[in-house]
């Protein structure tokens, strides 16, 4: 491209939600496909409520240690963005007019969808949706953070010798 164009990235703010639990190579391949595709992150930290149903949830790290894991990461990444604490499924997803960009997992693409909703009913565009295929364990079995709290995997998806 010319002008200077060929850095410029297609979206403008991605939206990426989550408890980033024991975060792991999903969280991190979820997370750089967002960079890769726009100037800015804004990423919804899932706690309280959004928690309760999760498999050895007595297991997840504590939310300050998870934001603190998940910006270091992300500082990494030379690119701009902000972690919000949310308690409810869509958060600011449903109200910020900057974002324009969603990247999900398969088993959170129904809520990209509530989210559009929402933003429809508040007169915002909808999001691009981009859904990142699951990433695999070893065992050839989903990398989820429930996996690694019950000691079956590690963080790179290799099997746990017990």
């Not at 079995?141 to 746990?160: F, Q, T, Y």
């Amino acid at each position: 491209m010319e002008g200077g164009e060929c850095g410029k990235k297609p979206f403008r703010k991605a939206i990426v939600g989550g408890a980033f639990d024991r975060l792991h190579r999903g969280h991190r391949v979820l997370l750089d496909t967002a960079a890769r595709l726009a100037s800015s992150l804004l990423i919804g930290l899932a706690d309280g409520p959004l928690l309760a149903g999760k498999a050895f949830r007595e297991k997840i790290l504590p939310y300050e240690e998870r934001r603190r894991l998940l910006a270091s990461y992300l500082d990494g990444k030379k690119i701009s963005y902000s972690i919000v604490k949310i308690v409810e499924p869509i958060g600011p997803a449903g109200t910020d007019g900057e974002a324009d960009v969603i990247v999900v997992s398969p088993e959170t693409y129904e809520r990209a969808l509530m989210i559009n909703e929402e933003r429809r009913r508040n007169g915002l565009q909808e999001l691009f949706i981009v859904v990142v295929p699951t990433v695999l364990a070893d065992d050839g079995g989903p990398l989820k953070s429930h996996r690694i709290r019950a000691g079956e995997i590690d963080p790179e998806g290799r099997l746990v010798n017990r």
